[in-house]
């Protein structure tokens, strides 16, 4: 080849030339028509009042890890899409993408999922909403939502972070986060999806899995909260599973079920254990304690999870004494582990005095002032003292 | 079709004089269900609601104080956590703190200090946030609460944060040390 320096020049550049070109042919693939420049100029509108809200929830490691994820699981994709994942503040298990690529998933279905093939699964139906335009489509079939969003902002005006997410979303987020799409585009997902997740080398025994999580974890929740999202409507999840178990069906060789993951475990540990406090927050006590189960066998040896286990079950059961006994013996158990904990000492000291045994209250107390020398609730346990020193001075 | 319209128009003057209405203070406001006592300023307006007396010395956008009563075992309106009874004046800070997070309405909103507080005689807490309005507005918020045996009581001060809240402060302040409860509730 030296021997013909020109020739081979000219081969690889004519190469890169035909690679580049096949590149450009993808890139080039989608020609907007009106109705979709629209569409894509409210998906903007409604993302910068998403994103600034106040309700994204900021992790940079978990949304670098996310987006990497979402970048192996997408593959090519047509410009001017660019796939992009934010995580948001919100106890609801739902997901949703936007035309342009841009997908937020509520960080209480993240916490529900075990593995990188279950992320896999959602994040290749979801991208494959708006790869194949399902926005337009579906906007061209059905010319208004406003009626159906108005009445879904009104039911879900009172419920918190759930309301706060409904008031956020447009027309385009209603349609990609509440009613989804018709039928034949969630099965185009639901396939194509598939399809992206096995190429990627994900385990496809996962995807019903992570639909029959959901589903059991619905059953949790409020009577009040369920299908109010398109991931948190029973029928919807049906078919979800049956979609995935017939494309698990018609694989010649079928794969074993994925093991432990160690990397989804380890990028998405902070944010199971802050989704607990937004479902205790949220008053979503159940989702709260099944949650705090997993986090506690996955991470035995972080305390934390005792404390808020406590709080959990100290929300749930105010007036059962046995339940408060397990409340005490849980943040006893904190304090046996390391007397250095502040919280678990101020938190047993707040529970004996409650039940007005000052006695018992009053070490744990001054062990928390002494820990915690500029605790923001300094004023209030100085009070509690205060009580506890004058009670003990009349006997 | 003129009468069509003639009737609904009717039927709104009723509905609408039918609903509660602003009445000015002479004296002081009581809660007939309590036997709480509100020493508003002669002049200030009230307004009764169901378990929540509204109180404005001009324009509820300009200042507004909220006093409410909340059941134990009814899930607030934002948290769904529930007032458990005699609950700690922190927790019942918290609780409240946990509401207003959750309320759309109330956006960046904000502790600024949380503190204990007597109110009626009784420990509770007080504090201070802020947040933005619907249309942006920075507002400031003084909140006062108390736990009983089977009720917790909630003073909300709420104004633009800037002149208003502290021009209406010391009057709030005066209304806060003279509150009193019905000694029924107190038990």
Known sequence: MTRFPFLYNFLTISILCFAFSLKAQEKKARIFENDETEIWKESQIEQRKINESGLIYQDDSLEAYLNNVLIKVTGIYPEPIQPKIKVLKSPVLNAFAYPNGVMYIHSGLLAKMENESQLATLLGHEITHSTNRHAV?????????????????????????????????????????????????????DGVGFQRMKRSGYN?????????????????????????????????????????????????VKPD???????????????????????????????????????????????????????????????????????????????????????????LGKWHFKKGDYTAALPYLEAYLKLSPDAKDKGYIEGYLRKIKTSMDSK | MKKITYSLLLLSIFLVSCGPQWNTV??????????????????????????????????????????????VSNPMRFTKQIVQKNMLPEDLAALITDNYQLNQGLSQFKVLENNPEVLAGIEGFRLISEYKSGDGNPMKMLTVGISLQDNAVILEFTAPKRVYFDKYKPEIEAILSKFQLSPDLKK
């Open chain 2, 26 to 71: 002479t004296k002081s406001v009581s809660d007939k269900k309590t036997g709480a006592v509100l020493a508003a300023p002669t002049g200030w307006k009230y307004m009764e609601l169901q378990n929540k007396i509204m109180l404005t010395p001009d324009s509820p956008d300009l200042g507004l104080l909220v006093y409410q009563v909340l059941s």
């Open chain 1, 257 to 347: 079920s994925a093991g432990v993951d160690s990397v989804f475990i380890k990028k998405t540990r902070k944010l199971l254990f802050d989704n607990i406090g937004i479902d205790i927050q949220s008053g979503r006590y159940n989702s709260a304690h099944f949650s705090s189960i997993v986090y506690a066998t996955r991470f035995p040896s972080d305390y934390r999870i005792y404390l808020l286990q406590a709080e959990i079950m100290n929300k749930r059961f105010p007036d059962d004494s046995n339940k408060q006994t397990e409340v005490m013996e849980l943040y006893k158990k904190v304090v046996d582990l390391d007397s250095t904990q502040a919280e678990a000492q101020k938190n």
């Open chain 1, 204 to 252: 496809v025994t996962e995807a019903p899995k992570l639909f029959g999580i959901l589903k059991r974890d619905l059953d949790q929740e409020p009577p009040a909260e369920k299908q109010s999202f398109f991931f948190s409507s029973h029928p919807k999840l049906d078919d979800r599973i049956k979609n995935y178990n017939q494309l698990l069906n018609n694989l010649t």
């Open chain 1, 137 to 189: 489509l579906a906007f061209r079939s059905q010319k208004s939502n406003s009626d159906a969003l108005a009445f879904f902002s009104i039911l879900s005006g009172g419920f918190g972070l759930i309301g706060a997410v409904a008031r956020l979303i447009g027309e385009v987020g209603y349609m990609a986060s509440v009613s989804g799409y018709s039928q034949e585009l969630e099965k185009e997902a």
